[in-house]
């Protein structure tokens, strides 16, 4: 493997040197030369990355050219915790008016774990204040309270239907919270519904990148508590959106968006022990690849 990466190296500085200083190239040959350097370089990042990050599974997807650019075991199903309220979040939005108003009940919110502040039983919330509580703190009753509006099982449904209506075919949904690990997808069928999010549903990845959200609560004094965003990207520039989850079957989870030099990139990694440096390696990927990009002109 490291012989491979050093002499790919090679290759790409001798075509760089070419392409940039060659006198004698022609326009043709020069266009050649710079799509070979694109590739290359996208072989090398590949190798790098798959040596690098630690994901069971991950997918890197240049949104405004519609291309892979590195992959792993892209077609095996995994567990996707949390990630699983970004469909949920499609689903209210689609099929809920976002000021319609539910009462908290125990059946909604007792068999659920429970992140500080708590919500009050008996309050009176609009579901748009549930769906920024599921999306910003990965409140899991919030997210199991939405889909009462239309019945758990009914909303549940409208899921699974929504996954065949984007054809995500290895992806199965048990609930609207992600507790359960029947609630599985791979990361090519992730990479179709964060798209879809961002051509739809842009509204969706700006309440991911909320943190200044506040409601009524049981943990304060003054009644009103800050749901706490538990995105640690969320403050990154290039975040556009995006999902993390955890339990301890799925490992660390994670479907998003960034924009980088005008470009727009999904990351989606499964099964992770190291989210965070996964995800950063990737950024400086992704970087490199773009500097490359507009030293060569292709």
């Known amino acids: 493997m490291k012989k491979y990466k050093i002499l790919i190296t090679a290759i790409l500085f001798a075509l760089i040197a070419t392409s940039s200083y060659g006198k004698d190239n022609t326009q043709e040959r020069k266009l050649f030369l710079r799509e070979e350097i694109k590739r290359?370089?996208?072989?090398?990042?590949?190798?790098?990355?798959?040596?690098?990050?630690?994901?069971?599974?991950?997918?890197?997807?240049?949104?405004?050219?519609?291309?892979?650019?590195?992959?792993?075991?892209?077609?095996?199903?995994?567990?996707?915790?949390?990630?699983?309220?970004?469909?949920?979040?499609?689903?209210?939005?689609?099929?809920?008016?976002?000021?319609?108003?539910?009462?908290?009940?125990?059946?909604?919110?007792?068999?659920?774990?429970?992140?500080?502040?708590?919500?009050?039983?008996?309050?009176?919330?609009?579901?748009e204040n549930l769906l920024k509580a599921s999306l910003i703190q990965s409140t899991n009753y919030a997210a199991n309270a939405l889909s009462y509006f239309l019945e758990e099982d009914t909303f549940v449904d409208l899921m699974n239907q929504k996954a065949r209506e984007l054809e995500m075919s290895n992806t199965v949904f048990y609930d609207a919270h992600g507790l359960s690990t029947v609630n599985t997808s791979n990361v090519l069928d992730l990479v179709k519904l964060i798209n879809y999010i961002y051509k739809n549903h842009p509204i969706i990845l700006?309440?991911?990148?909320?943190?200044?959200?506040?409601?009524?609560?049981?943990?304060?004094?003054?009644?009103?508590?800050?749901?706490?965003?538990?995105?640690?990207?969320?403050?990154?520039?290039?975040?556009?959106?995006?999902?993390?989850?955890?339990?301890?079957?799925?490992?660390?989870?994670?479907?998003?968006?960034?924009?980088?030099e005008e470009e727009v990139f999904s990351i989606t990694i499964l099964c992770s022990d190291k989210r965070k440096e996964d995800v950063e390696n990737i950024l400086k990927y992704l970087q490199s690849l773009i500097k490359i990009k507009q030293k060569t002109g292709v």
Do not use: H
Request: charged share 15%; proline share 4%; with cysteine.
């Open 206 to 260: 700006e309440i991911t990148k909320n943190n200044n959200f506040w409601m009524p609560c049981e943990d304060s004094i003054s009644g009103m508590c800050k749901f706490m965003n538990l995105n640690i990207f969320y403050e990154n520039p290039n975040f556009i959106g995006g999902k993390t989850g955890y339990l301890t079957v799925a490992k660390q989870t994670f479907v998003s968006l960034f924009k980088i």
């Open 40 to 127: 290359l370089s996208a072989i090398l990042f590949d190798l790098q990355l798959k040596n690098t990050v630690s994901a069971d599974s991950y997918a890197i997807f240049n949104v405004s050219e519609e291309q892979f650019l590195s992959e792993k075991n892209t077609e095996k199903s995994y567990p996707i915790a949390s990630v699983t309220k970004i469909m949920t979040a499609v689903v209210a939005t689609e099929n809920i008016d976002m000021q319609d108003r539910i009462t908290l009940t125990t059946r909604m919110m007792t068999p659920y774990t429970r992140l500080s502040p708590s919500l009050p039983m008996g309050l009176n919330v609009s579901a």
